[in-house]
């Protein structure tokens, strides 16, 4: 999507409703105080910081990061509001915060809030949905070389069904992968509906009518090779760490299990002191914890947020304060 093309999907947007996910939740567990210092590393459309930056006075300061351009629109809309210092930085968030620690900036709060946003499901023409017919697109970053419909039509059956299997975690990853290589020996993909109904005819006739379309778990692995969220979100965790002082909270929403398990074992795994084998009678490694877990279990949507906002259903809040 061009630049002029990320303004009018702005303007458009700009009247939707933005519901941010688990927000009381995550403002629980942030604390802000007037002087935080705070990295908002998934800008979106602002719902959380514009939460954050209430409670950030003049000493404080706000740093957004997005690769997204539609959000620094949003960004340059809100932040005449916020009374802090604020910077917008666009780009991949590992390395706006690997970026951040080489100009020695220091953060009391670094939070994320993982997967799509709704300003890009809604976009007809970011390719995100299966709920729309558009261009198999899906970049986030709109500069990106390789589109969705890059990755259908060149990878081989093998490495489409690995991709649906494990970043969309399909049981009928073979058979997909089999009629997407079967349908674009006819013709290319060019559109999520060409996908969308190759991928129904591919399945079972029962699995077709289940609550949820049964396109998704594809249209999932696919933004997730597209934009290289897995990869992305492991480079970003330890950089996160290292800019948090002591005493400051890393907070991380996630949508889906592959995410959310990321989470968990980098928390679980800086939270544990020695790492020497069970055999060695004293400790070796020396190791001591770097983080304290705040959630033993995710925080989940109560039942009125999952009414009110039926995509905030599979979100997981997850947070841990730096030793």
């Known amino acids: 999507m061009s630049p002029s093309s990320a303004a009018l999907a702005f303007e458009a947007e700009m009247a939707m409703a933005h519901i941010p996910v688990l927000t009381s939740e995550l403002m629980g567990l942030l604390q802000i105080e007037a002087d935080s210092r705070v990295v908002d590393c998934t800008f979106g459309a602002g719902g959380h910081a514009s939460a954050v930056a209430a409670r950030i006075g003049p000493q404080g300061r706000l740093i957004a990061c997005d690769r997204d351009p539609v959000a620094e629109a949003y960004f340059e809309t809100l932040r005449g509001s916020f009374r802090s210092p604020t910077t917008f930085y666009a780009g991949n968030f590992a390395d706006i915060l690997r970026h951040l620690r080489d100009e020695d900036f220091t953060a009391t709060h ?73 349908r674009r020996q006819r013709t290319p993909f060019t559109r999520t509906a060409e996908l969308v109904e190759t991928i129904k005819q591919a399945i079972p ?76 009678p004293v400790c070796a490694c020396g190791k001591v914890p770097a983080l304290e877990i705040l959630t033993p279990r995710p925080l989940t949507p109560k039942a009125r947020e999952r009414q009110a906002n039926p995509r905030s259903g599979s979100a997981k809040l997850r947070a841990a304060r730096r030793l």
Not at 161 to 166: E, G, N, V
Not at 240 to 255: K, N, Q, W
């Open 205 to 280: 006739t029962p699995a077709r009518f289940g609550a949820r379309n049964p396109a998704r778990r594809v249209f999932q692995a696919l933004r997730i090779a597209v934009n290289d969220e897995l990869e992305s979100l492991k480079r970003a965790l330890p950089e996160a760490l290292e800019l948090l002082e002591s005493g400051g909270v890393l907070a991380v929403i996630s949508f889906h299990s592959l995410e959310d398990r990321i989470v968990k074992q980098f928390f679980q795994s800086q939270a544990r002191p020695c790492i020497c084998p069970p055999s060695l």
């Open 110 to 182: 670094v939070y994320m809030d993982l997967g799509l946003s709704s300003m890009q499901v809604d976009t007809e023409e970011r390719g995100f949905s299966y709920g729309y017919d558009a261009p198999l697109d899906m970049r986030m970053d709109p500069t990106l070389v390789v589109t969705a419909a890059d990755i259908i039509n060149s990878e081989s059956e093998a490495a489409l069904s690995r991709l649906f299997r494990i970043y969309g975690e399909e049981q009928y990853a073979r058979h997909i992968a089999r009629a997407v290589v079967r």
